[in-house]
Structures are given as structure tokens and as C-alpha cells.
């Protein structure tokens, strides 16, 4: 009897974790340096959806990210920051640049490739901050940056770039893709990330110049 309640209970857990995984992206760290195109994070599987916990460590810092597009699809990438009173005013920056996107609008602290545009997402400050729920790891996070949506029709190497304006410090969590997909190896890495997630233990301090 005991073995068949472990099991019961075993099955329940795989169960309540594969529903909130329908929900959850793989997560990242941004445990490298990423300070330059060339030494970009590259997001490894451009059909998956990925959580990247990143942090801009001094003021000044520039974050990379890489991802591929072999057809035309349809972009997804946001921007969110811990649920912490400190956090409540830090709005950093991020810009998708690749082939056939515009030119930028407003200052960027990175000059282009070549051949490459750029679209610039920005939020503006709001006394009530939307809050945005993670039900995999039942954690709060500030929204309140607009998503950037948009068709990538030419193939390349995109790239993802997340920087603050007023050279702030702090934590952030960027969001790839909307395809929920994990792997046996996705879930190992997710357990081995998740007390570090919950506990904030990965953060910076956040901080002002």
C-alpha cells in the first residue's frame, strides 16, 4: 500500500509540473559575459521559449543575446523585473536588431552590424505596475515594458540587446519565443535553477549611478 500511494503521489507531482510547464518557459542564465555582438548568449533552439535571467552588473552595461532564423516567423520577446520595492522604478531597455528591420528610432549605445535595423522597446514609469504571475516557479514579476510582436521575415542571425538609458543597475528576466516546450534535459536544468529563481539568489543589487 505504501508503495502505490508513493506512486500515486510520484504521478500527482509529474502531473502538476507538466501543467505548469505548459505555461513556463526553459529557463537561462546569463552566467557568461555578454558584452559585445561577438560574444553574444545564443538562445539555443530558435522554436522553444526561454526565460533568460540576466542582470546589468555595473553602470554602463550592455547585455547580448543571439538567435537564428532559418524562415520567415513570428518574433515574440519581453521584458520583465523582480517584484521587489526596489524594483518598482527600474526600467531597462531592449532593442531586436537583424536584417529588414528599420532604422532605429531614438539613441542605442552600440553600433549596428552592418545591413542591420533595429526596433527599440521602451516602458514608461506608472504609479501602478502591472504584475505579472509565473506559475511554474509561483513567483511575481513588474511588467509595464511593451512586448515587441513582429514578423521576422528575413533569415539571419538576430539579436536580442537589453541595457538601461540612465546606466541603472539591476536584475531582469528577458522573454523568448511562446512555444512551451521542454526536454528531459530542460527539466533537469529547470529543478537545479528553480531555488536559485524563487530565492532571488541570482540578482544583483539594484542600484542607481
Do not use: C
Not at 550592455?62 to 526596489?86: A, C, I, W
Not at 528599420?102 to 539613441?107: A, F, R, T, V
Amino acid at each position: 500500500m505504501i508503495r502505490i500511494a508513493r506512486m500515486r503521489t510520484a504521478w500527482f507531482l509529474v502531473l502538476v509540473f507538466a501543467a505548469a510547464a505548459a505555461s513556463a518557459h526553459v529557463p537561462m542564465m546569463e552566467s557568461t559575459e555578454t558584452d559585445s555582438f561577438n560574444n553574444a548568449l545564443k538562445i539555443p533552439r530558435t522554436a522553444y521559449s526561454y526565460a533568460i535571467y540576466g542582470n546589468l552588473e555595473k553602470p554602463g552595461d550592455v547585455d547580448y543575446y543571439s538567435f537564428e532564423v532559418t524562415k520567415p516567423m513570428q518574433g515574440h520577446v519581453n521584458l520583465l523585473v523582480p517584484y521587489r520595492p526596489e524594483y518598482l522604478d527600474f526600467y531597462p531597455v531592449f532593442a531586436v536588431i537583424g536584417p529588414g528591420l528599420p532604422n532605429p528610432q531614438g539613441k542605442i549605445p552600440f553600433d549596428l552590424p552592418k545591413g542591420y535595423g533595429a526596433v527599440v522597446i521602451s516602458g514608461a514609469p506608472a504609479k501602478d505596475r502591472p504584475v505579472f504571475y509565473e506559475p511554474f516557479s509561483r513567483t511575481n514579476y513588474y511588467e509595464g515594458i511593451p512586448k515587441f510582436e513582429q514578423k521576422l521575415a528575413q533569415p539571419g542571425i538576430y539579436y536580442i540587446v537589453v541595457w538601461h538609458p540612465g546606466n541603472e543597475t539591476g536584475a531582469y528576466i528577458l522573454g523568448y519565443g511562446l512555444a512551451e516546450k521542454f526536454t528531459a534535459k530542460d527539466w533537469a536544468n529547470t529543478f537545479k535553477l528553480l531555488p536559485s529563481i524563487k530565492s532571488g539568489s541570482w540578482e544583483v543589487k539594484r542600484g542607481k549611478p
